[in-house]
């Protein structure tokens, strides 16, 4: 009996040294294989899923009459999603358009005014030239009827006479000359009055042309393809403009953001390889690289920056988020990987 005693202890003590050894051989090569790893890649599970989402709001008021999809559902660019009232868009447009036709039907009627006014023209021209003949004939006459009178061939009488009618033709002439800038001026200010027409065109058109667009934007249509979510609106609601009615989020803009700490960035540089997992899908794998890096930390972008400045410093380790892109993703994975989704992201620096 003490003989196996003594051999079971002597066994003990000879596995012992076995099982320390063992362990650390393999704590060993777990401490080498992750010093390699660690040397070699940076990793993070701080990361997500992100996309471009673009926000749907109503351009003009109006009461939803038709709306055309359905909740997460893909819609291509171009596609009508919802149609709004637009029976008072159409009157409006209605009233621009015969406004419109009123002000050009004024300015025919100003130009008419303006071939009137010039067609007096001509006759003033022609009455200033007929008096203009006549008073050159009475000058003459003048001048003879005053030598006459210095021979005293003639009395003071006729002389008078003469000179009254030289006076007169003078005075009748003043007057057609007035009478034809008059005219003239007329014509001026039918003409002002047509280009003040015809500016009224341009803004009766402009307000033709508001009218049209604001009824065009009783038809939403997407902008973008993608997923339509979070819809806010029903049949027979009032939206308001600038009200968000729902949201797509684009189908070719998926990317990751990974918020790596500082001191993880030394060696991190665009175009470097990384292996992306998705937690929703552990089986499989992705592929991508780092595109780029934001301007300033997270902290930064948040609500309340922190400010050293102030108050007790307590130094926190800062993170930086870091785009990073798929290489390819197929159409199925595009609209399996959601915006929002846990990531964990292992970039190779070396």
């Known amino acids: 009996m003490e003989e196996k005693v003594t051999t079971t202890k002597k066994s003990g003590k000879k596995i012992a040294p076995i099982i320390l ?5 393999i704590g060993a090569a777990f401490g080498i294989r992750e010093y390699i790893f660690f040397r070699h890649f940076e990793t993070t599970d701080d ?23 359905k909740d997460n559902q893909h819609v291509n660019a171009g596609d009508t999603l919802v149609i709004l009232d637009d029976h008072d868009y159409l009157i409006k447009l209605e009233q621009a358009e015969a406004n419109l036709q009123a002000v050009r039907a004024q300015v025919g009627v100003s130009q008419s005014h303006v071939g009137s006014m010039q067609a007096n023209v001509p006759p003033a021209q022609a009455n200033v030239a007929a008096i203009q003949a006549n008073l050159w004939k009475i000058n003459q006459d003048y001048v003879r009827y005053k030598n006459l009178l210095e021979g005293q061939a003639i009395t003071q009488s006729q002389f008078d006479a003469i000179k009254a009618e030289k006076e007169a033709a003078e005075a009748q002439l003043a007057a057609a000359k007035t009478q034809v800038a008059a005219v003239n001026k007329q014509v001026g200010a039918t003409k002002e009055q047509v280009v003040a027409a015809k500016s009224d065109i341009a803004t009766a058109q402009a307000a033709v042309d508001f009218a049209r667009l604001q009824l065009t934007y009783t038809v939403i249509t997407a902008s973008v393809s993608g997923v339509v979510s979070q819809r806010n609106i029903q049949i027979g609601q009032l939206v308001q403009p600038g009200q968000d009615m729902f949201a797509i989020v684009h189908d070719s803009s998926i990317y990751v953001t990974a918020n790596f700490k500082e001191t993880k960035l030394a060696e991190m540089h665009v175009g470097q390889p990384v292996d992306i997992h998705v937690d929703a899908y552990p089986n499989h794998s992705f592929k991508g690289e780092v595109e780029s890096f934001s301007g300033a930390t997270g902290a930064k972008f948040s609500l309340l920056p922190p400010d050293n400045a102030t108050g007790n410093f307590v130094k926190v380790v800062q993170r930086l988020p870091v785009r990073i892109k798929f290489d390819s993703l197929s159409e199925e994975w595009i609209r399996r990987l959601s915006p929002g989704l846990s990531v964990s992201v292992k970039v190779k620096v070396r």
């Open 47 to 69: 990361a997500q899923v992100n996309g471009d989402i673009s926000p749907v709001v109503a351009r003009v008021g109006g009461y939803v009459e038709k709306i055309l999809f």
């Open 21 to 25: 050894i063992v362990v650390l051989i």
